[in-house]
């Protein structure tokens, strides 16, 4: 059933799917892709004139927009592809300064590719890394902070936390981690992949010394786009990934941190200089901007929890005070035995529900199999028909 949100036309989403998926990979309006393809057009005119001299103020604007939406000093933020780009960037900062022993802490709800580099961090260096169990169901935002602070000591070095969970949707009370690890000494790098666009952003107000966080999934630019924000008094360790011109060049007026980031050789720059493209799209959607984009999609995703709940029977796992754009349900075990399924094949339910039913939602294992989750994304082409119908669906196919 196709939804019947206003708004649906604004997507080039196929309108014979119910997309509930929006958090995984964002979708980018018609009119920041029209935006985005000026911008290569002008590219593809005149390559030497647009990448040697056009790009850098068109790279400054858009950082300077989107650092304010952001609520972040634009001398502090760089470009990066995605939000596991900004945290490799940062680990491979601190890693030589890690010694045998040290610990990097994270929770148990982290996103699995930058648990990997944490991983990876960890293994190359020596030092631990400790894994802070965070309920799910989680019965308020001060035991998700309990929790995290449980698992810091005194060989902490380094906290990775998420601002709003992948898998289990939960929007966690970041400033109060950030100020409580602070005063134990350790430093907090916030995945904040799923924040620009579903929570209201004050970066620099946090007071951790890294944040990074996608463009291209509540923002709703095109995929690409990503920052990387660092405090002031860390810009001077973190070096990119890939080491360019920007390494023995200098543009007068310029920081290092701007010089070695926002050149690292040939590429499409387009989908970060569209961002200001993609604030200025959603804004223009309702009356109310921002805001209400953000209340609109809370209050959908709330609606559409709800009616999940009703039709499986359980309780809301978490808050409202924790629901952004996404929230997670826990489902009926899998009855697959454990270790059946070969990494990347879907959940045969995830399956059926597109095969059979034309609904996109993600159907995972968390935390290990044969527990798994089902979450859903609200996002303004969304309505609550697309829920109400996959709650009814999930009735039928389920054990009661």
């Known amino acids: 059933m196709p939804s019947a949100s206003p708004l649906r036309d604004r997507w080039e989403l196929d309108p014979g799917i119910d997309f509930l998926n929006h958090g995984s990979f964002g979708a980018c309006p018609r009119a920041v892709l029209e935006a985005q393809a000026d911008l290569r057009r002008e590219l593809e005119r005149q390559p030497v004139a647009f990448m040697v001299r056009r790009l850098p103020p068109l790279l400054d604007a858009a950082r300077e927009r989107l650092a304010r939406f952001a609520g972040a000093d634009p001398e502090g933020m760089v470009p990066v592809p995605n939000a596991t780009t900004g945290v490799n960037t940062v680990l491979r900062a601190v890693a030589p300064g890690l010694v045998p022993g040290d610990e990097l ?116 630019a095109p995929k690409g786009a990503a920052f990387l924000w660092v405090r002031a008094d860390r810009r001077e360790a973190v070096r990119p990934l890939v080491v360019s011109h920007g390494f023995n060049t200098r543009r007068q007026g310029r920081s290092r941190l701007h010089d070695e980031f926002d050149w690292s050789g040939t590429g499409d720059p387009t989908a970060f200089l569209a961002v200001p493209a993609a ?18 999609n809370r209050d959908l995703a709330l609606a559409g929890r709800a009616a999940l709940c009703a039709a499986l029977g359980i309780a809301p796992p978490a808050p409202e005070s924790m629901i952004g754009s996404l929230a997670s349900l826990p489902l009926p075990p899998s009855d697959e035995p454990d270790g059946a399924r070969p990494p990347g094949v879907e959940d045969p339910l995830h399956e059926e529900l597109v095969d059979r039913f034309a609904i996109e939602v993600p159907v995972f294992p968390w935390p290990a199999p044969p527990r798994r989750l089902l979450r859903i994304s609200a996002q303004l082409y969304n309505d609550l028909a697309q829920y109400e119908r996959l709650a009814a669906v999930l009735g039928e196919l389920l054990p009661a």
């Open 105 to 220: 802490l994270v929770t148990d709800h982290a996103y699995n590719a930058c648990r990997n580099a944490l991983d990876f961090v960890a293994e190359g260096t020596g030092a631990r890394v400790v894994v802070a169990r965070v309920p799910f169901p989680c019965a308020s935002p001060e035991e998700a902070r309990a929790a995290v602070l449980s698992g810091a000591g005194p060989r902490t070095r380094l906290a990775l936390v998420d601002h709003v969970t992948s898998q289990t949707g939960l929007v966690l009370p970041i400033a109060e981690i950030v100020r409580d690890l602070a005063a134990r000494g350790i430093e907090t790098l916030v995945d904040g992949a799923h924040a620009p666009g579903m929570v209201p952003l004050e970066v620099e107000r946090l007071g951790a010394a890294w944040y990074t966080g996608n463009c291209h999934k509540w923002l709703c």
């Open 279 to 296: 604030l200025d799209a959603l804004a223009g959607m309702v009356p109310g901007g921002w805001p209400e984009v953000m209340r609109r």
